[in-house]
C-alpha cells in the first residue's frame, strides 16, 4: 500500500448497504425486464459491481493519498499526472466500463444507469481524483452518441471508450462562470463545414494530461452574429489534436495555459486552455447551431448526480476511517463512571462520539439512496413512453439540483465530523480525514453553486408545468409515507414527514405570492435556504423507504434492520428538526439581502 | 508583499468596528479609573492599538501566505520555523507587549486585558499562526506570575517578557487527550527539592523552535505516589534548557521528537516532546503537589477566550478578502433583468451574495463582542471585591466555553462562506480563502474539543451554584432586553430574545429532570448541540447590545448606525431561528445515542 504511512483504514463503503439499496430498496434489477436493458442478468449486475469493487481495491486505494501529495503540473505544455491515471482509464476501457452505459449500436453495453452509478461511488470513495478521468470521458461520450452526427460516432468514440482519449466539457470562461450566457469564445464557420475555434476555458477538469494521446473537448462557443445570451450558444466538439486528411494526429492549436494548484481534489488536472491562439483551431458543430446550452444540459445533469454522488463517496471513505478509530482509540470514561483507575472506553462509547459518527452515516447512506433512486429515474424514462416518460423526466429534473447540492453541502460537514473524531490527529496529515475534508470542499462550487441550485430549483423547477414536477414527488414520497404509517415502528416518522410536507406546500404558496406582491427578487433571495429544506426534506424520505424495506423483507439480518432504524430515528431527532429554522425564515416578511444597500455591508 | 502573488485584500479586520466596540459598547477605556488600571488613560490605550496595528501591517500580514508554503521541520534535533517569528517575538517584548497584561511588580504594565485582546486580534487577523509565539508566552508567563514561588520570577520572567524565551503549556499525551486525568508523565522529587520529569507530550503549541533562545514549558505531571486522576496532577516549570549552578544554559534532557505537519496553521510549530530520557530532565514544581489542574485553568481559561478571539480572527480576514472581491467581480444580472446584452453586475448585488456576506459579518463582529466582553469581566473582576468579583468570575465561569466553541465551530462554516463567494477561485491556492479554511478548523479541536466544552457547560457550569452563573447572566442580558424594548427599532428582536431566553430556561429545568429520571448520560448525552444553542442566544445578546450603543449614541455616524441595524436584523432573521430545531431535539424524550449498542454503528 503506497500511502504513506498515513492512516486510512481499510474500508471507504459499504457493500452492504449498497446492495441493499440496488436490490432490496430500489429493486433496480427489475429494471433488466425491459428490451433496452434485457441483455443483462442479476448475475451479471452483481459480477459488474464485484470487478469495480476489485478494480477500485487495486488501482485506486492505494493511490489516494499519493495522489494528494503529487499534484499535476504543467511542463512543456503538457500536464504530468500521476502515472496511474493511465492505467485506469486503460483497465476501464478495456473492461467496457467507459461504455458500459452507452447504446449497443456504438458499442455501448446498455447498462442500466443506476448500476454504473453505483459502481462510481465505489470509484469515488477509493479515491476520488482516481476516477473523474473516467466519468468525464461516459459523460464527453454520452453527448457525441446522442446529439453529433453518426459520422463523429467512429471518430471519437471507440478511442474515447478504450480509455485512450479523454473527454471534456469546456463550458467556463474567466467572464462566465455562474453566468454561463456571457460566453465569449468564438466559433466561425469554413467552406469545409468545419469551425474555427477561437477563445480560453477556464477551470477545465481533465483538460489535458499526459495520461492520455488525445482530449477531446466538448466545448461552448458563440457562432460569430448568434444572438446574445443563451440563445446564442452552439457546441462543438474541439480535440485537442485533430485526424488531418492522411488520417494522422496533428496540433489542433489547442493550448494549456496553465494548471490550477487548488486545496484538494489534487489527483485531477484542472486546465486553463487556450483555444486558437494561431488560428488554427478547428471544431464540428454538434447538432445545431445555437442548441448547445440545451445539449450541454444533458451532460450537466448527469454530472450534477454524479457530483453529488461523490460528496457523499468521500464521505464514505471519512465515515469509515473514523469509524475505525472511533472503535480503537481508548480516551475518557463513561460520564456515569468517575474512577479514574478503572481502564479508558473506546471513544464510540461516547454520545457525542455517536453522534457524530450516526450524522456520518445517515448522511451518506441517505444520500446516495437519493443518487441512485435519480439513476434509476433516468432509466426509467429511457425505457417508458408517454405520460410515464414525462412523469420520469419530471422528477429527475426537479430533483437534480437537490441530488447535487444537499451531499456537496453536507459533505462539507460531514467529513468535518470525521476531522473532529480523530481530535488532534485529525488536524494532521498523518490521518486521512483532514484530505476529504479539503477534497469535498469543491463539490458546493463545480457543476454550479449552491446559489444556482437553488435558483434552478425555485426559480425553475417548482414552478415548471404549474408545479406538476412538485405533485409527481408528493405522489412518490406520500406512497412511502402511506406505507410507513401502517407499521408501529415507521408510522410516528410518517406522521412527521407528512406534516412537513404540508408545510412544504404552504411555503411554497407563500412564496408565490412573494412573487406577485414583490417581485422575482424577493421571491427568490433565500433560494439556497428553500433548496436546504428541500434536501432534508427528501433525505428524510429516503429513510423512511429504507426502514419500509426493513419492514418488507424477510430476508434482511435483523441486526442489519435494527442499524436502519436506528439511522432513520437519529435523521428524523437530529436532522428533520433543522427544517423548522428554514420555514420561519423563509415564511418571513423581512428581507434583509434584497433592497439594500451594499455599502453597508463594509 | 511577500505574499506569492496570492489574492489577499487589503484589510483584515476594522478598525472602527473594533474602536465601536472598545469606546463605545464596553466603554472599556472607563476601566482606568480603578487604581490597578490607573497609570493608563485612553491616550495610551489608543496609541497601543495604533501599534498594534502598525505592527500587524509589517510583521505579520506580509508573511501569511509564506508561513503556510513553508513548514516548520525537525532539522538536526531543532525545530526550524519561518524567521520573522524570532523579530516578532523580539520586537513585542522590546516594546514591552508580552509583559502587557503582567503586574508591575514583575516589570509588566497593568493594562486592561480588554486591550490586549482587541491587539491579539488584529494579530491574529493579519496573520494566526504568527501570533500565537507571543499569545502563548504571555500565558505562561502569566501562570508563573500567579502561581510560582517568588524566586522563579526573576528567573524566568524577564527573557520571557523580552521575547527571548518562548513560554508553552504542556498537557497533551498519547493516551491523555481530552481525558487529561491520564497523565502518566512523573515526576519525583530530588533531595535539592527540584524534580526529575520523565514522560512524553505530543501537541504542544511552539513546543520548540530555532525562534528562541530557550522554550519554557508549563507541564502537568504526577508526582510518585499521587492519587490517581485530576486530583493527583502537579504543575512544573520544565525548561529547554536550564541554568546551572554557574549560571550558564545547560541542556535539560528535553528532546524534540517530532513536528507535525498539519492541514493548516502551518506557520507554528507543534511538537512531540520526550522529557527526561536520558534521566536528566529537571522541574521546579508550581505552586503545591496535586493542584496543577486548577492552575492549568487559569491558562486554559485565557487560552479558550484566545482560541474563540482567533476563530473570529481568521474569519474576519477571510470576510474582508471575499467582501473585495464581491465587489470587484462582475458575473451575472439581476434576477429582474433578463437582458444578456447589458453589462454584468458586480456580484455583491445578488441576494445570496449579500446573505454570505452578512453571516460573515454578523459572526466576526459578534463574535469579537463577546471575546471583549469576557476580557471584560475578566477585568472587572480583577478591580472588585467581594460579590461583584464572584459575579464577574461566575460569568466568566459560564462565558467561557461558549466564547471558545461558537467562534470555533462557526468559523468553519464563515471560512467556508468566503470560499464559496470566490467561486472557483475559491478553490485555488491563487487566492486565501481557502487557506483561511484550512487554519481555523484547528479551533473546534485544540483547548478542548467542542463535545468537551458541551458537558463543562452543561455539565459544569449551569448546574454550579445552584445555577447563580445562569442567573446572573440572565440579569445582564435582560438589561440589554429592557434598554433594547423601549426603542421601535430594537423592540421586536427584545421580544424575540426575551422569549428565547425563556425557552432556555425552561429546556433547563427539562434537562434537569432527564439528569434525575434517566441519569447523567442521557443529561449530557446532547451537550454539544445545548452549548451550540446556547451559543446563538448569547451572540444574539451582543448584537442587542451594539444596537442599543447606537440608539444611546449621538456621535455615531449614521450610515455606521444602520450597517450595524442591519447586520442584527441579519442575525435574528437568519441565525436565531436555528435555535428552533434545537431546541425541538433538546426537548425530546427519544435518546438515540444513549443506550444504543455501539455495534449497530456500522
Known amino acids: 500500500m503506497s500511502n504513506n504511512n498515513v492512516f486510512l483504514g481499510d474500508k471507504y463503503y459499504s457493500r452492504e448497504h449498497l446492495d441493499f439499496l440496488l436490490f432490496d430498496v430500489l429493486k433496480a434489477d427489475t429494471i433488466i425486464k425491459y428490451d433496452y436493458f434485457s441483455d443483462h442478468d442479476k448475475e451479471a449486475l452483481q459480477m459488474y459491481i464485484d470487478a469495480t469493487d476489485q478494480f477500485a481495491k487495486e488501482y485506486l486505494f492505494p493511490y489516494v493519498v499519493e495522489m494528494d501529495r503529487k499534484q499535476p503540473e504543467l511542463v512543456d505544455g503538457r500536464i504530468r499526472v500521476h502515472q496511474i491515471h493511465k492505467n485506469i482509464m486503460r483497465v476501464s476501457g478495456e473492461n467496457g466500463w467507459i461504455s458500459v452505459s452507452a447504446a449497443k449500436e456504438v458499442g455501448g453495453l446498455q447498462m442500466p444507469s443506476v448500476f454504473s452509478t453505483a459502481a462510481s461511488f465505489i470509484l469515488g470513495a477509493a479515491n476520488y481524483s482516481g476516477c473523474v478521468f473516467v466519468g468525464l470521458t461516459m459523460g464527453a461520450a454520452h453527448l457525441i452518441e446522442v446529439f453529433a452526427d453518426k459520422k463523429y460516432h467512429n471518430l471519437y468514440l471507440p478511442k474515447m471508450f478504450s480509455g485512450e482519449w479523454q473527454g471534456t466539457m469546456a463550458l467556463t470562461e474567466p467572464g462566465a462562470?455562474?453566468?454561463?450566457?456571457?460566453?465569449?469564445?468564438?466559433?466561425?464557420?469554413?467552406?469545409?463545414?468545419?469551425?474555427?475555434?477561437?477563445?480560453?476555458?477556464?477551470?477545465?477538469?481533465?483538460?489535458?494530461?499526459?495520461?492520455?494521446?488525445?482530449?477531446?473537448?466538448?466545448?461552448?462557443?458563440?457562432?460569430?452574429?448568434?444572438?446574445?445570451?443563451?440563445?446564442?450558444?452552439?457546441?462543438?466538439?474541439?480535440?485537442?489534436?485533430?485526424?488531418?486528411?492522411?488520417?494522422?494526429?496533428?496540433?489542433?492549436?489547442?493550448i494549456s495555459?496553465?494548471?490550477?494548484?487548488?486545496?484538494?481534489?489534487?489527483?485531477?488536472?484542472?486546465?486553463?486552455l487556450i483555444f486558437g491562439e494561431n488560428d488554427n483551431c478547428r471544431g464540428a458543430l454538434v447538432g445545431e447551431e445555437n442548441k448547445g446550452l440545451s445539449y450541454m444540459f444533458q451532460m450537466m445533469n448527469e454530472a450534477r448526480i454524479s457530483v453529488g454522488l461523490h460528496a457523499a463517496s468521500i464521505s464514505s471513505a471519512a465515515y469509515y476511517a473514523s469509524l475505525k478509530y472511533a472503535n480503537e482509540r481508548l480516551q475518557g470514561r463513561k460520564t456515569t463512571e468517575k474512577n479514574p483507575e478503572l481502564p479508558q472506553t473506546a471513544i464510540i462509547n461516547h454520545a457525542d462520539i455517536k453522534r457524530l459518527l450516526l450524522f456520518q452515516k445517515t448522511f451518506v447512506e441517505g444520500s446516495l439512496c437519493l443518487e441512485l433512486q435519480c439513476s434509476y429515474y433516468a432509466d426509467m424514462e429511457r425505457v417508458s413512453d408517454g405520460n410515464e416518460k414525462e412523469k420520469y423526466n419530471t422528477l429527475l429534473e426537479l430533483l437534480t439540483p437537490v441530488a447535487k447540492s444537499y451531499p456537496a453541502e453536507?459533505?462539507?460537514?460531514?467529513?468535518?465530523?470525521?476531522?473532529?473524531?480523530?481530535?488532534?490527529?485529525?488536524?494532521?496529515?498523518?490521518?486521512?480525514?483532514?484530505?476529504?475534508?479539503?477534497?469535498?470542499?469543491?463539490?458546493?462550487?463545480?457543476e454550479g453553486t449552491t446559489a444556482i441550485h437553488g435558483l434552478d430549483l425555485l426559480g425553475r423547477k417548482v414552478a415548471m408545468n404549474n408545479g406538476k414536477a412538485v405533485q409527481y414527488l408528493m405522489q412518490e414520497i406520500m406512497q412511502t409515507v402511506g406505507y410507513a404509517k401502517q407499521y408501529e415502528n415507521t408510522k410516528e416518522n410518517a406522521l412527521v414527514l407528512e406534516k412537513k410536507l404540508e408545510q412544504l406546500h404552504s411555503l411554497t404558496l407563500h412564496l408565490m405570492g412573494v412573487s406577485q406582491k414583490e417581485g422575482i427578487e424577493a421571491y427568490l433571495s433565500d433560494a439556497t435556504l428553500y433548496l436546504e429544506l428541500f434536501g432534508i426534506l427528501v433525505l428524510g424520505w429516503q429513510w423512511l423507504k429504507m426502514t419500509n424495506t426493513c419492514n418488507k423483507s424477510t430476508t434482511l439480518d435483523n441486526e442489519f434492520k435494527e442499524s436502519k432504524f436506528l439511522c432513520c430515528n437519529y435523521f428524523f431527532e437530529y436532522e428533520i428538526p433543522k427544517t423548522e429554522g428554514l420555514?420561519?425564515?423563509?415564511?418571513?416578511?423581512?428581507?434583509?439581502?434584497?433592497?439594500?444597500?451594499?455599502?453597508?455591508?463594509?
Chains 1, 2 share one sequence.
Request: proline letters at 2%.
Open 177 to 254: 462562470g455562474s453566468s454561463l450566457s456571457d460566453v465569449v469564445t468564438t466559433a466561425e464557420k469554413l467552406e469545409d463545414g468545419s469551425y474555427k475555434i477561437s477563445g480560453q476555458k477556464i477551470f477545465i477538469s481533465c483538460g489535458d494530461s499526459d495520461a492520455v494521446d488525445n482530449v477531446v473537448h466538448l466545448l461552448l462557443a458563440r457562432v460569430k452574429g448568434a444572438p446574445a445570451g443563451t440563445k446564442g450558444i452552439s457546441m462543438f466538439i474541439v480535440p485537442r489534436e485533430r485526424i488531418n486528411d492522411n488520417g494522422v494526429l496533428v496540433g489542433n492549436d489547442v
Open 257 to 272: 495555459a496553465g494548471v490550477y494548484h487548488k486545496m484538494g481534489y489534487k489527483g485531477a488536472p484542472i486546465a486553463h
Open 410 to 446: 453536507m459533505s462539507n460537514f460531514s467529513t468535518s465530523a470525521a476531522i473532529q473524531i480523530f481530535g488532534g490527529y485529525g488536524f494532521t496529515k498523518d490521518f486521512i480525514a483532514e484530505q476529504y475534508y479539503r477534497e469535498t470542499r469543491i463539490h458546493a462550487i463545480h
Open 583 to 602: 420555514f420561519t425564515r423563509l415564511q418571513s416578511e423581512k428581507r434583509v439581502t434584497v433592497n439594500v444597500d451594499a455599502a453597508l455591508i463594509d
